[in-house]
């Protein structure tokens, strides 16, 4: 009997059924080769208790073996306490005989979950549109091609480029063709596909806002220089993009992340000059462009420039991060490179993606986002009213889109590191800003500021959340 099969095989566990991987050696009793595999397979733990075997006939069909060898085995074995054998339930490994390998411990999480989880970037998981999405993707299941269950083309089902480009232009002003759009797994993968193109086509330095997300900052840094770019008021500085050498700029015009400002009409203009006198690129992330509350919605940056602007959307706000799917509105000359990057990457669902474009021209994308959006805006303005009524000295800043807000907090309060910890000692999460500078904290310039998310509360929990956060800030002096 040959005793690695077993320490190397993986365990099969309770349920399993007809196909059993089972080394017989070739000499010697049928029987007894039968039963002694058994017994190896359960007392090194990869047949665990309550497994369901073969019924004798399909292992013995397996193995080559006349029925009555491997019945005569079972027996025996139930006989010896190894398998249990009940009509009904057929033959099953009995409790107890099997000796399962140790498993690694598992480390236990650092510390509980915070009760009021008030973190940036998140979205309420209870607004999913579940029975939308399953509607869809039963319909994908019922009528999809046959083609649809394979990798698929690298620049994603053009079901879902075609929707997608005619959604994106309707809603966001964007200008592009189908044949250039390109799906990915969110956005991330976008940027990772970006970076690899830019590094190939000999981009040597990206400019980055800073503040940004620390993730993206770091994907990009892993083939690319990053250049540091404040972010004032307007958006992103042009005189320090024009400064920095950068090949290419990669900004949040309609949404900064995280200070929540859209990009000024002059900043604009500025960075399409940039892009046109130095034959740079703009890479336009647009994360949460339909989350716009109070003013006007603010068009793609990449409608004034097709050809220079990389347009890069996702699903993760607007339905979840669970969904791993965003898009690329791609300028002609990086098409060919950014879909070869794109073959050699990780691929994304075909059937997610025909479910998505299922979605959004059955009008259920749209239904869900005015529901989730009046949901959202709610809880910005229970936010900002809390603020204002009970901490009059803290601002509340970037609060015109998106799902989060950034809290100015007054002089006189600790700095941001002992704010996270008094909060976190009352259950409440949130970020600090620091967090998302690339640059020490700085108080002599800098008033601390948090970020809170307001997306991830359960609708019940949210009220509570607030009053935890403003009554604690109170208690720091925020008052
Ligand atoms: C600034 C910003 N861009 C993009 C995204 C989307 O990233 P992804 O599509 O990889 O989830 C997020 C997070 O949701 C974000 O905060």
Redesign the pocket.
Known sequence: MDERLDSFAPPLGPGFGPELLLQVPPRGGRRQAVEEALRVAIRGGRLRAGTRLPSSRELASQLGLARGTVAAAYEQLVAEGWLTSRSGSGTRVAAGASSPPAAAPVRAAPSAAPSHDLR????DGGAFPRDAWARAMRHVLREAPADAFGRGDARGRLELRTTLAAYLGRVRGVRVDPSHVLVC???????GLLTEVFAELGVGRAAMENP??GN?VRVVASRLDVADIAVDAEGMSCAELAASGAGVAVC?PA?Q??LGMSMAPARRAGLLAWAEENLGWIVE????GEFRYDRKPVGALQARRPSRVVY??????SLG?AV???WIACPPALLEPLVEAKRRAQPTSPLEQLALARLIDSGGYDRHLRGVRRAYRRRRDLLAEAVRSRLPRTRVLGIEAGLHAILRLPSGVPDEAAVLAALRSASVDVHALGAYLRAPLDHERRPPSLVVGYGTPPARGYRPAIDALVGRLRELGAA
């Open positions: 940036p970037g998140r979205t797994s969110g956005f991330t993968q976008a940027l940004a997300v993206h949040t949404h992340f995280p992330d647009d994360y949460d890069a959307g996702s699903a993760s706000k991060p791993r799917l965003g």
